[in-house]
């Protein structure tokens, strides 16, 4: 999906982006599961789903896959 751009979803299917985005946030370390993190996954999944992927395996590895993850120094 493009900047600006918009999808809409059906009941049934924010449910299932709920329920893979915390399936996807419990996937991490505690100390990863943080609001930024959070929002990411979010947006990585909801790019994901409006190209009409629908499997909830495929939006979780999507939501983690660019998942930018800073080492503390």
Known sequence: MLAGQSAVYEP???S???QVLDE???AL???L???RHRTEIARNI???AAT???DPVELELAGLINLKVTAAA
């Open 16 to 18: 299932l982006l709920g």
């Open 52 to 54: 009409g992927e629908r």
């Open 29 to 31: 370390p505690a100390s």
């Open 12 to 14: 049934e299917e924010l």
């Open 33 to 35: 599961r943080t609001a």
């Open 46 to 48: 909801l790019a994901c």
């Open 24 to 26: 996807a946030v419990r």
